[in-house]
């Protein structure tokens, strides 16, 4: 019994010890509040990167091109017809549609002739038609 009471005496004594120097995780010397903030960094607005820009295409540049071209600057289009000797593509956006038509030009089928139309209430001319029908760059 008086082993008990010399073990539970040192125990409280030792406690005592603990809470008055802070514990051991509490470091001895003091903290400056400043240091423990945040570095300053300078006012930075995170601004997004335009997509590049496109040159324009002049719609008299299609005629003459091969198919493989005008799928590299549209795609695949919409619908295409095959009526030999020639074939009609047509892509088709929001607000308009063009069609190109295809014959057999220098050993290659080529654009012969192209048409846009609208689609909507508002008229588009030839060349925005175009360029919205453009497929966006292919970002590297």
């Known amino acids: 019994m008086p082993r008990r009471l010399i073990v539970v005496a040192l ?3 030792l406690s005592a010890c603990v809470a008055q120097s802070g514990g051991p995780d509490t470091p001895e010397t003091p903290v400056d509040d400043q240091s423990m903030s945040e570095p300053e960094q300078p006012n930075m607005v995170a601004t997004p990167t335009p997509p ?11 005629v003459g ?6 799928t ?7 619908f295409v017809r095959r009526d030999p000797p020639g074939e009609f593509w047509r892509y088709r956006g929001q607000t308009c549609v063009l069609e190109l038509f295809f ?3 220098r050993g290659a089928q080529r654009v012969d002739h192209l048409e ?3 689609t909507g209430s508002k008229p588009e001319d030839r060349a925005n038609c175009i360029a919205k ?6 970002e590297g």
């Open 133 to 138: 029908l453009r497929k966006p760059p292919v």
């Open 65 to 70: 091109m091969t198919g493989e071209r005008v």
């Open 11 to 13: 125990s409280a004594a």
């Open 52 to 62: 590049p820009q496109q040159a324009a295409i002049d719609p008299a540049s299609l």
């Open 116 to 118: 846009t139309r609208n």
């Open 72 to 78: 590299v600057l549209f795609g695949t289009p919409v």
């Open 103 to 105: 014959y057999l030009q």
